[in-house]
């Protein structure tokens, strides 16, 4: 399995534009994680998935912010209208999810906003 | 929710000393504690982990300690390397499918 894969690995974008980010976790994963990575925050739990349902949301900064899983290969995270504090490398995770713990990280992506 | 602090937040040591990095966790119903390993740059890559049911855990020069009663949790890493300095992140979850929680990290350096 190539791991977990996000796209784009970076993107620049002028403030008030829509980004949007994504992930296909390790196939056969059944949890799915979004994490946000500052300096000044370390990582924080934006949102996360089991079995493609949003479990618990409460890490979303803003109604800017939207996350979706369409199906178990494919997740989507959505920031509209993008502004520049949102700018931080934005990591998706997938774990097992029954009867195991480990979460593997996917590469990230460096988001800019100018 | 769960809460999860770490200490200390940046880390000095010289190449062969040990290295100890500490988590406490706040809710006593967690019991599977990773500790992921993140190079600049890179991705957090997990280098070791422990469940509530063992005391001690350990892989080479890593080894992980674990304190139910006090919900405290530490990482020692002996001889350390150049190649060990990286930032360091603890965990806490409840259950398969529950979300991980990460203490703030531990920037190690070592000094050759």
């Known amino acids: 399995d190539a791991g977990v894969i996000q796209s784009p690995r970076h993107e620049v974008t002028e403030m008030g534009q829509e980004v949007t980010l994504r992930c296909k976790p390790i196939s056969g994963h059944n949890s799915l994680f979004w994490y946000r990575q500052t300096m000044m925050r370390g990582l924080e739990l934006l949102i996360y998935?089991?079995?493609?349902?949003?479990?618990?949301d409460s890490g979303m900064p803003e109604d800017r912010f939207s996350a979706k899983m369409p199906n178990a290969s494919f997740s989507t995270l959505k920031i509209q209208p993008s502004e520049p504090r949102d700018s931080a490398v934005y990591f998706c995770?997938?774990?097992?999810?029954?009867?195991?713990?480990?979460?593997?990280f996917g590469q990230g992506t460096r988001l800019t906003v100018v | 929710g769960e809460n999860v602090e770490q200490h200390p937040s940046t880390l000095s040591v010289q190449e062969g000393d040990s290295a100890v990095i500490k988590c406490t966790y706040s809710d006593s119903a967690s019991n599977y504690f990773p500790w992921y390993k993140q190079e600049l740059g890179k991705r957090p890559q997990l280098i070791i982990d422990?469940?509530?049911?063992?005391g001690e855990k350990k892989d080479q020069r890593i080894a992980v300690t674990l304190n139910k009663t006090a919900k405290h949790f530490s990482l020692h890493i002996t001889e350390t390397q150049p190649e060990d300095s990286a930032v360091y992140f603890c965990a806490a979850i409840k259950a398969a499918g529950n979300k991980l929680t990460f203490g703030g990290g531990t920037r190690v350096l070592v000094k050759p």
């Open positions: 422990i469940r509530s049911n063992v």
């Open positions: 998935f089991n079995n493609n349902v949003p479990i618990d």
């Open positions: 995770a997938s774990s097992p999810g029954t009867g195991a713990y480990e979460a593997f």
